[in-house]
């Protein structure tokens, strides 16, 4: 089992960007897929971009294509979503989720597909 713990998160200006990781612990994260979610207040957790277990498929979510890119490093066992051109839209709690098939392609897009989770980290874009 993978314990997650996300860190980045804070509070930045419309237009500045942010670094998110994800760093996991209790076993390594090349066994598994990973996933970027976010929920905003009073809204769904919603899929944002995921990266399959070697790093080579990503996706994004249309609402944040071209300006976030999700990347690994399986030998620091860390999983990143760099954040550009950030936009008040995006202010939402970020949570990394792991998804333990072992396939090499396959991630998961929706929560219930995934199968561990981090805490989240909070993200907030001022206007």
């Known amino acids: 089992q993978v314990q997650l713990v996300e860190a980045g998160g804070g509070l930045v200006q419309a237009g500045g960007s942010l670094r998110l990781s994800c760093a996991a612990s209790?076993?390594?994260?090349?066994?598994?897929?990973m996933t970027w979610f976010r929920q905003a207040p009073g809204k769904e957790r919603e899929f944002v971009a995921a990266i399959s277990r070697m790093g080579h498929k990503t996706s994004y979510a249309d609402s944040v294509k071209g300006r976030f890119t999700i990347s690994r490093d399986n030998v620091k066992n860390t999983v990143y979503l760099q954040m550009n051109t950030l936009k008040p839209e995006d202010t939402a709690v970020y949570y990394c989720?792991?998804?333990?098939?072992?396939?090499?392609?396959?991630?998961?897009?929706?929560?219930?597909?995934?199968?561990?989770w981090g805490q989240g980290t909070q993200v907030t874009v001022s206007s």
């Open positions: 209790g076993r390594n994260i090349s066994s598994y897929a």
């Open positions: 989720a792991a998804e333990s098939s072992g396939s090499s392609t396959y991630t998961c897009h929706d929560p219930s597909e995934c199968d561990f």
